[in-house]
């Protein structure tokens, strides 16, 4: 069996040949068809208190180095670089893709989706909305009329292939609102990343000049209608700068709001 760095025997694993972040993040965004048999075991699991580096070229031997769980708080002491994760904490990463991939499997079951056919509707949402990049704070997380018009014409396109599931009907333009939105647009998009929706929209801080509330039921076309409104009404003509608004399900990370309301 392979040695530790304390010269620990540690179980003989086989890792596949896309790793292990690799792993847990293709679960995260509904891909089980090109995976590993479940009776492939991972080089990588979190809760084994051991995390390792992505896997050599080959794919066909474990990783060669593993960091042992620090001195204190029992953390890993080295780094691991995973997709879709803001920070470089090895351990937690991990955990947060393989949080994701459990998710992945509870939205594909309130969808009625297969999970190729909602590996299919994500790999759709994040070729139109691709992840951009962290902004730290969800004050600074606003989002312009022109993102919000962006999002209501990918809505227009798609939300024919929405279902509401309470009302027992498909969802039209017309009236597709941010509970419908929200299941089938959010959720699934920023889940891998988890990730607010706004942080597929743009890199940096969009800092809101405006707060909206709202009611999550009324269209989305008609919110956003009142947003160009007040646009055209309040907003002087030297204003070069587009305005951002603060609207809660495009700003907070809806995997993690414990984390985000405070």
Not at 160 to 186: C, R
Not at 206 to 231: D, R, T, Y
């Amino acid at each position: 069996a392979p040695l530790s760095a304390s010269g620990r025997a540690l179980p003989s694993l086989v890792s596949p040949p896309i790793g292990a972040a690799g792993y847990w993040r293709a679960l995260a965004m509904g891909n089980r068809t090109s995976l590993p048999s479940s009776s492939t075991r991972l080089a990588c699991i979190p809760c084994a208190g051991m995390v390792v580096a992505e896997p050599s070229a080959s794919g066909d031997r474990p990783c060669s180095t593993l960091d042992e769980p620090g001195a204190s708080g029992g953390r890993p002491g080295g780094t691991l670089d995973v997709p879709g994760a803001s920070d470089s904490s090895p351990c937690g990463a991990l955990e947060t893709l393989a949080q994701a991939a459990q998710r992945a499997e509870k939205m594909a079951t309130k969808l009625h989706m297969s999970g190729t056919g909602f590996s299919e509707h994500v790999r759709k949402l994040t070729a139109h909305f691709p992840f951009q990049g962290k902004i730290q704070f969800t004050k600074n997380r606003g989002i312009t009329l022109a993102q919000l018009k962006r999002i209501e014409a990918f809505v227009r396109d798609d939300c024919h292939n929405w279902f509401d599931f309470h009302k027992n009907v498909p969802v039209s333009a017309e009236m597709a609102n941010l509970y419908h939105v929200n299941t089938w647009l959010i959720m699934p998009s920023t889940n891998a990343d988890n990730c607010a929706f706004v942080e597929l929209l743009f890199a940096a801080d969009q800092v809101p000049k405006w707060f909206c509330s709202h009611w999550w039921g009324e269209p989305i076309s008609a919110f956003i209608l009142c947003v160009e409104e007040h646009n055209r009404l309040r907003r002087q003509s030297a204003d070069v700068t587009e305005w951002a608004y603060w609207v809660c399900a495009y700003a907070n990370r809806q995997h993690s709001l414990d984390e985000e309301l405070v």
